[in-house]
């Protein structure tokens, strides 16, 4: 079994968003564990695409819980309706995953890959969710300006205006991208992976990104085209830590990464992967892992130190 397998869940639970739609969430590691990771997939991905990010997580840090889930749309999550597309529908859906998994006084480190670190950054608007948040790794994302800043389509970087149509419509086309062929392979790494990557990592990348359907695939689409949360982003207010490679064509790190850096209150530090693209678990999960090791380990020492002043101030 290689890395790219997903491991068997602990437990696999179907949970309802506020609409009613059924979300698919899995769960690694003991129910008895103190400390809870919660993974958030990007757009066209699915739990599987932590595959590597959680069997580093199991073999280095096995005290820890791991909860992933599906977007809707995504995985073996509801397909709704059309109108069931929105960044306040991925907040909801996060507050019902972190609603059903955490102990009521728990928090948890949140990770975030595209989209889902998008639907952290839009989550810091509600206090409730906020409230929850331990820390967070964001992993190859933005929040703002998505198809103008995509370099996918080559040759348009000096015409604004037909690089923002070019991608907007890569976004929310429903033209099938599969089956998984050596073209479907190569166009997917080119546009999601480093140049570099190997032949298996590219089977796998575009079997996940095929597996998504047509129609999610451009309702999520058409929601990223528009996406802003510049005004939520700010109120972040946990420690948080950013990855980027630096051949991601979907979300730069050149357009994202400092704007993610300088909006942060409590930005906690940015690693940059030379010559891997916006896949970033995929590519470098040990990378991700020891991140997501370093903010549990924060979180944490900062519980102890709360704990401490707590009681010396009933002395």
Same mark, same amino acid.
């Given at each position: ?138 992993? =190859? ?42 073209? =479907? ?131």
């Amino acid at each position: 079994m290689d890395q790219y397998t997903p491991p068997v869940p602990d437990a696999r639970l179907r949970i309802p968003s506020a609409d009613g739609t059924q979300l698919n969430v899995e769960v690694h590691g003991p129910t008895s564990a103190q400390t809870t990771v919660v993974l958030v997939h990007g757009w066209t991905c699915k739990i599987a695409f932590w595959a590597p990010v959680i069997g580093a997580l199991r073999a280095e840090a096995p005290e820890l819980r791991v909860v992933a889930y599906d977007q809707r749309g995504h995985g073996e999550s509801e397909i709704p309706g059309n109108d069931a597309y929105s960044v306040p529908i991925l907040v909801e859906d996060l507050r019902a995953v972190l609603d059903a998994t955490l102990r009521d006084d728990e928090r948890a480190v949140l990770v975030g890959h595209s989209m889902g670190g998008m639907t952290i950054m839009a989550a810091a608007g509600d206090a409730s969710i906020l409230a929850r948040i331990g820390g967070a790794v964001l992993c =190859s994302t933005g929040f703002a300006n998505l198809p103008g800043s995509s370099t996918v389509v080559p040759g348009l970087k000096r015409l604004p205006k037909a690089n923002r149509a070019a991608h907007r419509f890569l976004l929310t086309s429903t033209l099938p991208v599969g089956p998984v062929t050596p073209i =479907s392979r190569a166009m997917l790494k080119h546009t999601a992976l480093g140049p570099k990557s190997n032949k298996h990592l590219q089977k796998v990348n575009a079997r996940i990104i095929t597996a998504c359907r047509p129609k999610p695939r451009a309702g999520w689409g058409r929601v990223l085209t528009e996406l802003d949360v510049t005004e939520q982003v700010g109120k972040l207010d946990v420690p948080t830590s950013a990855v980027f490679g630096t051949s991601d064509r979907l979300t730069p790190p050149a357009a994202h990464a400092q704007a993610i850096a300088d909006a942060l209150p409590r930005f906690e530090g940015l690693t940059t992967l030379t010559g891997l693209g916006h896949m970033t678990p995929l590519e470098a999960p040990d990378v991700v892992s020891m991140l997501i090791r370093q903010r549990v380990r924060a979180m944490l020492n900062a519980a102890d130190v709360a704990e401490a002043a707590k009681g010396s101030d009933h002395e």
